[in-house]
């Protein structure tokens, strides 16, 4: 049973070595202004996205009666929320 194992590992090894270790023929371009562009975009996302996030963790704890000791601040609402109110349905939801 051991030996089968070993066998299998061992077949499986050699086959994943043979796949990637292949050279590819073809080189396409690398256009270095587009990979430029893009990461400067995503950089840019990533931050306002983290920002965001930031003021949202901020404003809730702000928020928080327990940790400011004050009556809670139900006007501030963290960036992204909307509030809708239902009154027709049953049972009326906010």
């Known amino acids: 049973m051991k030996h ?9 090894m050699l086959i994943a070595t043979v796949f990637t270790s292949c050279k590819k023929n073809a080189e396409t371009p690398t256009d270095f202004a587009l990979e430029s562009s ?9 931050s306002n996205e983290v920002d965001a996030l930031a003021n949202d963790f901020n404003t809730i704890v702000d928020n928080y009666v327990s940790f400011t000791g004050r009556e809670a ?22």
């Open 4 to 12: 089968s194992i070993k066998l299998l590992l061992g077949l499986f």
């Open 38 to 46: 893009t990461h400067s975009d995503d950089q840019s996302r990533v």
């Open 73 to 94: 601040n139900i006007l501030a609402l963290p960036c992204d929320v909307t509030v809708a109110v239902d009154s027709t349905s049953n049972p009326r939801r906010i």
